[in-house]
Nanobody
Framework: QVQLVESGGGLVQAGGSLRLSCAAS????????MGWFRQTPGKEREFVAR????????YYADSVKGRFTISKDNAKNTVYLQMNSLKPEDTAVYYC????????????WGQGTQVTVSS
């Protein structure tokens, strides 16, 4: 059974940094794409960034490009989201997700971690 466990959220001032972690377990993820999404109350879940586990290819939402970096540690089966130059509008619950490359939808989701950026 696939498990995704996020950690690293918290409260930070605008301009600060946080690093989120997503520990993945339950299977081999070499043919998976891992993504980070975020959601605020009353809004739809928003894509943030993704990484291909096998190639390391990354892709970012325009709103975070140049400020956030997604990476992975194969040995630890962990995906990271380094968030720099944080803004109050980055405040959200951040979710880690996984999907097989052959699928169009993300199949597995973590429980989420809260990120709050104060102005």
């Amino acid at each position: 059974q696939v498990q995704l466990v996020e950690s690293g959220g918290g409260l930070v001032q605008a301009g600060g940094s946080l690093r989120l972690s997503c520990a993945a377990s339950g299977r081999t993820f070499s043919n998976y794409r891992m993504g980070w999404f975020r959601q605020t109350p009353g809004k739809e879940r928003e894509f943030v960034a993704r990484i291909s586990w096998s190639t390391g290819f990354t892709y970012y939402a325009d709103s975070v490009k140049g400020r956030f970096t997604i990476s992975k540690d194969n040995a630890k089966n962990t995906v990271y989201l380094q968030m720099n130059s944080l803004k109050p509008e980055d405040t959200a619950v951040y979710y880690c997700a996984a999907r097989r490359l052959a699928n169009s939808e993300y199949e597995f989701w973590g429980q989420g971690t809260q990120v709050t950026v104060s102005s």
